[in-house]
């Protein structure tokens, strides 16, 4: 779904946050999206690498 909205959509959505929360608020927002993002990340591969180290001591 996110591969289809290209530049133009982009572009749009960015000027859309700039209007509704303002050029002072929008870096804090990025950051926290961005920690909330790589946090996400984390904890999907910590949930990966048990299931691979549960999936191995069956064996």
């Known amino acids: 779904m996110l591969s289809n909205i290209g ?7 960015l000027v859309i946050a700039l ?5 002072k608020k929008l870096p804090e927002m990025g950051r926290a999206v ?14 990966t690498s048990e299931e691979d180290k549960e ?3 069956k064996s």
Not at 7 to 13: C, Q, R, S, Y
Not at 34 to 46: V, Y
């Open 7 to 13: 530049i133009p959509g982009l572009v749009l959505i």
């Open 19 to 23: 209007i509704i929360f303002g050029p």
């Open 34 to 47: 961005g920690d909330t993002l790589k946090e996400f990340k984390k904890s999907t591969k910590e949930l």
């Open 55 to 57: 999936e191995e001591s």
